[in-house]
């Protein structure tokens, strides 16, 4: 597949045309940005471990009959993917509070929930990405009812697999960041990346954070977590796909 002109440069990863109009190659960064591009870094090595976790973990999905973007992996930084359009929300699903739910509710980080959480943002660099609700999801018309059921339903059935995958890399899935998309007949499909980026990913054992908290929080081992939590999933999966 032919890499024609580039269309986007996201924080993590660009995004190239080709010669078929209904796929894309994104080509994932080794930059590594925090608090809405207030911090800027590098993370060594990050968009060769994002690309190849993210299909994996996609390819799993697939399997268990979540429709993804993912067509094929072209090399170590480039995968090929179908042309979608991204419903304008971060869809974040959590299982333990930490992060920003911990800090909005004054709830300890760690607190474990009896049951998984949802919870929308609005993808807007200059406002911040506003939490909203599926009310407002729908006032704003960035997703209609039947788009926002069908990706609850993805996004807690995805959460159960990716859960149950985890923990037999012996990591605990504290709380994970997806993003969807649209196909040209409207299908709703899983879009964007599933990595230490987006997960929060903790070792079962010991709760040593093995994901971008670590760069977040300046926390120091962040290429070390990254090339761990991959071992981990390579460990689990077999080297090679
Ligand atoms: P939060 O606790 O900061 O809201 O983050 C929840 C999850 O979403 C966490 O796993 C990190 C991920 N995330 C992203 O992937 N992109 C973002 O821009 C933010 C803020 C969080």
Redesign the pocket.
């Known amino acids: 597949m032919e890499k024609k002109e580039q269309l986007y440069e996201g924080k993590a990863k660009k995004v190239f045309a080709t010669q078929d109009p209904a796929l894309l190659i994104v080509q994932y960064k080794d930059d590594a940005t925090a608090f809405n591009g207030l911090k800027k870094g590098t993370i060594a090595g990050k968009g060769v471990i994002n690309n190849q976790m993210s299909n994996r973990l996609m390819k799993m999905l697939e399997a268990e009959g979540i429709p993804t973007h993912l067509v094929e992996e072209l090399s170590q930084r480039e995968t090929l993917v179908r042309r979608v359009q991204i419903v304008p929300l971060?869809v974040?699903v959590r299982n333990i509070a930490?992060?920003?739910?911990a800090k909005r509710y004054g709830v300890e980080e760690g607190t474990v929930f009896d049951q998984p959480t949802i919870e929308f943002s609005y993808k807007n660099d200059a406002l911040g990405?506003p939490l909203c609700n599926a009310y407002h999801a729908e006032a704003l018309k960035l997703a209609t009812e039947a788009e926002l059921a069908a990706i609850r339903d993805y996004a807690f059935r995805i959460n159960a697999l990716l859960k149950k995958f985890w923990r037999e890399c012996g990591v605990t899935l504290v709380?994970?960041?997806l993003e969807f998309g649209r196909l040209p007949d409207g299908t709703i499909v899983l879009a964007d990346e599933i990595s230490p980026?987006?997960?929060?990913l903790w070792d079962s054992k010991t709760g040593e954070k093995l994901d971008k908290d670590r760069f977040r929080r300046d926390l120091g081992g962040v290429e070390e977590a990254y090339a761990e939590i991959m071992q981990r999933l390579n460990a689990r999966l077999g080297a090679q796909a």
């Open positions: 971060e974040i930490a992060g920003s739910f990405d709380d994970f960041k980026d987006t997960c929060r």
